[in-house]
Structures are given as C-alpha cells and as structure tokens.
Nanobody
C-alpha cells in the first residue's frame, strides 16, 4: 500500500500563491507517477498534473498550464504542486494520487487539502 498525505492548502486572495505538498509512504518504490487532481463543489474531479517518479517528466492539463507547476523530491518521497496567480474558480479540494504503472489507473489517494481563493 501507499499512504498519501496532502498539506499546504488554505485561504488566499486572488492573485496569490500556495504550494501544496503530498508526502508518500509505504510501497513508494512501485510508483510510476504521482498525479494532482481537484474537485470543486458540485463539479467532477479534474486532473491537473502528473509527474513521473523517476524521470521527473511532467504532464499538465490545459487548465493548469502556465500557472501550476508540479515537482518532486525523491529523497523526501514528496510531490509538490505550486499554485500561482490563483483565481476564485481555483477554489476546490486538491488531491494527490499514486499511479502504479503507465497502463494502470490511479490506485491510492490522499485525503485532500482545501484551497479557497477569495476575490
């Protein structure tokens, strides 16, 4: 199993920044990539970004390109999501998830961290 714990959410004004962290423990050696998602009230969960655990190669959704940056620190088993130029519509619960291989879906999820952007 892989345990994931997000942190770093909070209340920020529009135009501000936050850095979310996702600390992984357990069978992290079996991780192919880590992904970031968000879910706003009344909306479906939305993919934001993914980072390969070994190479660090990143993939972004169009909604995240230019404002969000994913990174990882292998020594700390931690993945980050830098959120810049935040907008009120970015308000959501943000989740990280473990992707065990290229062809398998995300299998373990964190509990989420709330990001609230005020106008």
């Amino acid at each position: 199993q892989v345990q994931l714990v997000e942190s770093g959410g909070g209340l920020v004004q529009a135009g501000g920044s936050l850095r979310l962290s996702c600390a992984a423990s357990g069978r992290t050696f079996s991780t192919y990539a880590m992904g970031w998602f968000r879910q706003a009230p009344g909306k479906e969960r939305e993919f934001l970004a993914r980072i390969r655990w070994t190479s660090g190669a990143a993939t972004y959704a169009d909604s995240a390109k230019g404002r969000f940056t994913v990174s990882r620190d292998n020594a700390k088993n931690t993945v980050y999501l830098q959120l810049d130029s935040l907008k009120p519509e970015d308000t959501a619960v943000y989740y990280c998830a473990n992707k065990p291989s290229q062809f398998r879906d995300y299998d373990y999820w964190g509990q989420g961290t709330q990001v609230t952007v005020s106008s």
